[in-house]
């Protein structure tokens, strides 16, 4: 239950706590007990300093969890979040201090609460990883459509197209997938087994020649191998098999939007000129 001043006596508290406290270690003293007794007896002015020196670094891993409690008491709310998020972040360190233990055994709900919200953060970041690494997947797969189409649109180094006069393997490359692309598409070319089933390199390069005609807008003038045959094998597919290529398509497509309005080989350009 709180009490109140009149604005005379709050003003003559506040000052005689000026005279008082004013050094940082006296605060780092006392300012638990003011927290308290400003929350008790209705001192805002009070309230925000002893917050405020918290917030800016009067948080300790040994104290943090007398803090949080009283924080909650007090109906501060800011300073609460920040100390819930010390916890998490630092969980190791503060669940071995004496404080934890003391809350631990008197304050079982606050202990559960604070242990699924680590939980919950970590399942977050292991989330956040997963996305990362799933959108760098679909990236790849980004490049190594930019690069199949260059390659046999363009030319690049030592293969493309016969009407194209080819640079030499010594040529720099923009398309960062190409490399490994034009071994693929050699490997391709002389494999004895190539067949969708068969041999794994080229089961890999149907499925970017398949990509790639998914997301062609332009078949009849494609230069891209097999494009057009992949247009019409699409028409007996099962919708479960359509359903999966329309979701990789999709996932690819958002990769690519992710990068701005500029390519991944556009983009290594800008990068290299100075």
């Known amino acids: 239950m709180q009490m109140s001043m009149s604005s005379q006596s709050v003003n003559h508290v ?5 005279m008082f406290f004013y050094e940082e270690e006296d605060m780092k003293n006392f300012v638990l007990p003011l927290l308290a007794l400003s929350h008790l007896y209705s ?32 109906d501060a709310p800011r300073l609460s979040l920040i ?8 969980f190791k360190s503060v669940s071995s201090t004496e404080g934890w233990k003391v809350m631990k055994h008197a304050n079982r709900s606050l202990e559960q609460e604070l242990v699924e919200s680590v939980i919950e953060e970590d399942s977050r970041k292991d989330e956040k990883l997963r996305k990362l690494e799933e959108k760098k997947v679909y990236l790849q797969l980004y490049e190594a459509m930019e690069a199949l189409l260059h390659i046999c649109k363009d030319g690049c180094r030592t293969i493309g197209p016969c009407d194209k006069a080819l640079k030499g393997s010594q040529v ?7 490399k490994g692309l034009e071994t693929l598409v050699r490997h391709f070319s ?9 041999c794994i390199h080229c089961k890999r390069m149907w499925q970017l020649l398949e990509l790639h005609s998914r997301m062609c807008d332009e078949p009849d ?6 494009c057009r045959h ?13 359903a999966k290529w329309r979701l990789l398509v999709s ?12 390519s991944l080989a556009q983009r290594s350009i800008a990068i290299a000129t100075p």
């Open 43 to 74: 001192v805002p002015s009070l309230k925000r300093v002893c917050t405020h020196f918290l917030e800016r670094g009067g948080l300790t891993k040994e104290n943090v969890i007398d803090v949080l409690q009283l924080a909650r008491n007090c």
């Open 221 to 226: 003038f494609c230069k891209v191998p097999l």
């Open 14 to 18: 506040y000052q005689l706590i000026q």
């Open 190 to 198: 002389n494999c004895k087994t190539r067949v969708p089933g068969g």
């Open 172 to 178: 720099a490359c923009n398309f960062p997938a190409c």
């Open 251 to 262: 996932k690819v497509i958002a990769a690519k939007n992710s990068l701005g309005p500029f």
């Open 230 to 242: 992949f247009k019409e094998k699409m028409k007996q597919q099962t919708k479960k098999d359509e």
């Open 83 to 90: 100390c819930l998020r010390m916890v998490v972040k630092d």
